[in-house]
């Protein structure tokens, strides 16, 4: 944790990208609570009309909405109220494709098409961890 936590020493490029992957995670999460299908067959290609369990299935990603929503409003405090904590946050968004990468593996799931979560799964790691790194690093002011 910073000395001070409301002050930020990094620069604001990271600070800026972490607002704005936050605020397409805070989009996702909704999506994902209220979509009727929580966005399991119309982003995630899965299909749910089809399958056995396919209701639980939809329930699921929103069960999965609430959950990311509330990530979300907590990574938000975090960044308006501490922005000394950006570091921390992008920290939070680089292990998340990790772990979701672990998860998918672990576990897989047949769709009809590639899910927009894997499609930038792999990308959003090392993006996520430059600008971890970036925000470690003092600003030049």
């Given at each position: 944790?910073?000395?001070?936590?409301?002050?930020?020493?990094?620069?604001?490029l990271?600070?800026?990208v972490a607002?704005a992957?936050?605020?397409?995670?805070?989009?996702?999460?909704c999506i994902?609570?209220l979509?009727?299908?929580g966005?399991?067959?119309?982003?995630?290609?899965?299909?749910?009309?089809?399958i056995?369990?396919?209701?639980?299935?939809?329930?699921?990603?929103?069960?999965?909405?609430?959950?990311?929503?509330l990530?979300?409003?907590?990574?938000?405090?975090?960044?308006?109220?501490?922005?000394?904590t950006?570091?921390?946050?992008?920290?939070?968004?680089t292990?998340?494709?990790?772990?979701?990468g672990?998860?998918g593996t672990l576990?897989?799931v047949?769709?009809?098409?590639?899910?927009?979560g894997?499609a930038?799964?792999?990308?959003?790691?090392?993006?996520?961890?430059?600008?971890?790194?970036?925000?470690?690093?003092?600003?030049?002011?």
């Amino acid at each position: 944790m910073p000395a001070n936590p409301a002050h930020y020493d990094g620069p604001l490029l990271s600070f800026w990208v972490a607002l704005a992957w936050l605020s397409a995670i805070t989009v996702r999460s909704c999506i994902h609570l209220l979509a009727a299908d929580g966005g399991a067959q119309s982003i995630a290609t899965i299909d749910v009309a089809t399958i056995d369990g396919g209701s639980n299935i939809v329930a699921m990603f929103g069960q999965w909405g609430a959950i990311q929503l509330l990530l979300a409003l907590l990574l938000w405090v975090l960044l308006l109220r501490w922005r000394g904590t950006v570091p921390l946050v992008l920290l939070v968004f680089t292990l998340e494709p990790v772990l979701r990468g672990l998860a998918g593996t672990l576990k897989p799931v047949t769709t009809m098409g590639t899910a927009p979560g894997a499609a930038l799964n792999w990308f959003t790691l090392p993006v996520m961890a430059f600008f971890l790194y970036l925000s470690l690093c003092p600003a030049r002011r």
